[in-house]
């Protein structure tokens, strides 16, 4: 998508670890990947996105946050609760926080997209002012077709890019409030735990404790009880993913925390279990779609830019 006039960086550049090359120009080299992920200080409750995506894929992983993603051009194809969804131009992609899923393209030219990921307080504000529903809002369904809603959300983020924030947080508010009532309603009920619930939520326990030294699966399973396959049928019925994928998305997940209290990539990644900041830039780039030095740059308040991805498909 266009840069509006802004110059544009790859988003694997910065330095150390975060350097990057071009992306190459379209044509024989191949299409440019794009993304800038912000947060403008007047909407403190929201992450912004605007995307081009070609060869990138995305690893499971989860987001504190609501994923709303309004599809401009090609087609995105995401694993969700079992399924794969496919969603093109003129559909958005839904995911409630904490929901595993992935992403990579259905189509040779990729997809292009804008999207928004509130606060879950924010949705259940709306949902409770709009709807009248007491409690956690969700979306029942991850793909919803509505065009509308598309332009309505990719206005919002170029809104927030202008600094028009008046713009923008209105039309957040009137696109989650149209897709809560097209496709949400509160958030059903968690039946009542079992034991192996219980199991998986005591791994994660130990998991977040021990988060920059963890057991290894047979000594995780032993301190609990259970054995090692009892552990990985427990944890994946209950997360939606094996501990160790668990593991590597809370991992990227506290580095954007100390990423936005002001610790570098570098210490970032010794901090969270990972062996480098390479190691970081890898994981992070997979979950998050822009490099930490590029996501921190943001985040510490620069001006804006547009940031090309690195060309090829992560590993």
């Known amino acids: 998508?266009?840069?509006?006039?802004?110059?544009?960086?790859?988003?694997?550049?910065?330095?150390?670890?975060?350097?990057?090359?071009?992306?190459?120009?379209?044509?024989?080299?191949?299409?440019?990947?794009?993304?800038?992920l912000w947060r403008h200080p007047e909407l403190p409750?929201?992450?912004?996105?605007?995307?081009?995506?070609?060869?990138?894929?995305?690893?499971?992983?989860?987001?504190?946050?609501?994923?709303?993603?309004?599809?401009?051009?090609?087609?995105?194809?995401?694993?969700?609760?079992?399924?794969?969804?496919?969603?093109?131009?003129?559909?958005?992609?839904?995911?409630?926080?904490?929901?595993?899923?992935?992403?990579?393209?259905?189509?040779?030219?990729?997809?292009?997209?804008?999207?928004?990921?509130?606060?879950?307080?924010?949705?259940?504000?709306?949902?409770?002012?709009?709807?009248?529903?007491?409690?956690s809002a969700a979306f029942r369904t991850p793909v919803l077709d509505d065009p509308e809603a598309v332009r309505m959300v990719a206005r919002a983020v170029r809104a927030a890019d202008e600094g028009d924030t008046l713009a923008a947080d209105s039309l957040l508010r009137l696109a989650v409030a149209r897709l809560l009532r097209r496709a949400g309603g509160a958030l059903p009920e968690r039946s009542v735990r079992g034991a192996g619930a219980r199991v998986a939520e005591r791994a994660r326990e130990v998991l977040e404790a021990r988060m920059a030294d963890p057991p290894t699966l047979e000594r995780l399973a032993a301190g609990l009880g259970v054995g090692p396959f009892a552990l990985l049928r427990a944890f994946r019925a209950r997360y939606g993913m094996p501990p160790h994928a668990w593991l590597t998305d809370a991992r990227v997940r506290r580095a954007r925390d100390l990423l936005d209290a002001g610790v570098r990539p570098a210490g970032a990644a010794m901090a969270v279990g990972f062996t480098d900041q390479s190691h970081l830039h890898r994981h992070f780039v997979r979950a998050v779609g822009v490099a930490p030095g590029a996501y921190q740059r943001e985040r510490d308040g620069g001006r804006a830019r547009t940031y090309k991805t690195r060309r090829g498909r992560s590993s």
Not at 66 to 85: K, P, Q, S
């Open 1 to 36: 998508m266009s840069g509006m006039g802004r110059p544009e960086r790859d988003a694997g550049q910065d330095a150390g670890q975060d350097g990057g090359h071009d992306a190459g120009r379209d044509g024989a080299e191949g299409p440019r990947e794009r993304a800038r």
């Open 45 to 135: 409750d929201v992450d912004l996105l605007r995307a081009r995506y070609v060869r990138r894929t995305f690893i499971r992983h989860t987001h504190r946050t609501f994923v709303i993603a309004g599809i401009t051009e090609g087609v995105e194809a995401f694993h969700h609760r079992g399924t794969v969804e496919r969603v093109g131009a003129g559909g958005l992609a839904l995911v409630n926080p904490d929901t595993p899923h992935t992403g990579q393209a259905a189509v040779p030219e990729g997809w292009t997209y804008s999207a928004v990921y509130p606060e879950p307080g924010l949705v259940d504000a709306i949902a409770a002012e709009t709807l009248a529903v007491r409690g």
